[in-house]
């Protein structure tokens, strides 16, 4: 089946520092893919979807500038955390859907997530 | 924005037991998803459903689509230990954009 890989699973940086997490969709090109933040024991919320070579849509109340989303490649989006501040420590996780491989356009996959915790 | 309302929250079940959870929201969506997800891990897909109306199963997992388009359900059948974990649901438009509800948390007592 479709594997989308996540990397780091674990980070950890001062304040202030940025850190990069790395979603890479292994057997598939991935059209688009979706990066949630989820706090402890809630619920996942997206945070923005990116499609392969355009600007990333961010959903509402989050920064763009604090959370950048590069989708330069059909297998391979960045979420780089700007600054980090320990507010940001959260587990992120991506996902992706896209055509070829295993999966069809209507498959979606997630990345096995990245714990961020902000000193 | 949508909102999806999942429940129960948490169950404690003895093993071998059946297990149910469902999820209602105020807006239609194309698809429904049911997820589970384990400690410091990313969700992994137990059921997807694209039609209202569609029962699908995955070996003790059986899920619905409800025919309103606005609700889903879940069930395990003879639950087992390794059931345990936080299920989620998810509504999805065309373009997989998913709403997520907050999550049962399942433990099951050997």
């Known amino acids: 089946g479709a594997v989308v890989s996540q990397h780091p699973s674990r980070v950890i940086c001062k304040s202030g520092t940025s850190v990069k997490i790395e979603c890479r969709s292994l057997d598939f090109q991935a059209t688009t893919m979706f990066w949630y933040r989820q706090f402890p024991k809630q619920s996942l919320m997206l945070m923005a979807t990116?499609?392969?070579?355009?600007?990333?849509?961010?959903e509402q109340g989050v920064e763009k500038d604090k959370f950048l989303i590069n989708h330069a490649s059909l297998t391979l989006s960045t979420l780089t955390v700007t600054s980090a501040h320990p507010e940001d420590s959260s587990f992120y996780i991506c996902?992706?859907?896209?055509?070829?491989?295993?999966?069809?356009?209507?498959?979606?996959?997630f990345g096995s997530g990245t714990q961020l915790s902000v000193l | 924005g949508q909102q999806l309302n999942q429940s129960p929250q948490s169950m404690f079940i003895q093993e071998g037991e059946d297990v149910s959870m469902n999820c209602t929201s105020s807006?239609?969506?194309?698809?429904w998803l049911w997820y589970k997800q384990e400690p410091g891990e990313g969700p992994v897909l137990l059921i997807a459903?694209?039609?209202?109306?569609e029962l699908t199963s995955n070996g003790r997992l059986t899920a619905q689509f409800g025919i309103t388009r606005k609700d889903s359900f879940l069930n395990i059948s003879a639950s087992i230990p390794s059931d345990v974990g936080i299920y989620f649901c998810?509504?999805?438009?065309?373009?997989?954009?998913?709403?997520f509800g907050k999550g049962t948390l399942l433990t099951v007592n050997p």
């Open positions: 996902s992706a859907s896209g055509t070829g491989g295993s999966p069809t356009n209507e498959k979606l996959f």
């Open positions: 990116s499609n392969e070579g355009s600007k990333a849509t961010y």
């Open positions: 998810a509504g999805g438009g065309s373009n997989y954009k998913l709403t």
């Open positions: 459903l694209y039609k209202a109306g």
């Open positions: 807006s239609i969506f194309n698809t």
